[in-house]
């Protein structure tokens, strides 16, 4: 008789967490950031990088990137982007 599907050896039944033993971004978590990751973050932010490659170049969550940012200062929001409601409307031409 065949088993269950949550008992059969790799099935994603069934299981709690990550998918992986270790993986990259959650390979420094719970570990105190040193002045050279604060500096690495301050720098990537103002570049507009996103907070996914920001945790994977750092080894770190993406929740821990956030909040880290948040308790240093440090906006993560796109410079470079302007608000919904404040782009300017292109000239119709009829």
Same mark, same amino acid.
């Given at each position: 008789?065949?088993?269950?599907?949550?008992?059969?050896?790799?099935?994603? /039944?069934?299981?709690?967490?990550?998918?992986?033993? #270790?993986?990259?971004?959650?390979?420094?978590?719970?570990?105190?950031?040193?002045?050279?990751?604060?500096?690495?973050?301050?720098?990537?932010?103002?570049? #507009?990088?996103?907070?996914?490659? &920001?945790?994977?170049?750092?080894?770190?969550?993406?929740?821990? /990137?956030?909040?880290?940012?948040?308790?240093?200062? &440090?906006?993560?929001?796109?410079?470079?982007?302007?608000?919904?409601?404040?782009?300017?409307?292109?000239?119709?031409?009829?």
């Amino acid at each position: 008789m065949a088993k269950a599907a949550w008992k059969r050896p790799g099935s994603p /039944i069934g299981k709690k967490g990550a998918r992986k033993a #270790n993986p990259k971004y959650k390979r420094r978590s719970r570990q105190p950031w040193s002045e050279k990751e604060v500096k690495q973050l301050r720098q990537l932010a103002k570049g #507009n990088t996103p907070t996914g490659v &920001i945790s994977l170049k750092l080894q770190r969550p993406p929740g821990s /990137i956030t909040s880290k940012a948040q308790r240093e200062g &440090i906006s993560l929001k796109p410079v470079n982007r302007s608000p919904y409601n404040r782009r300017k409307k292109a000239a119709r031409s009829r």
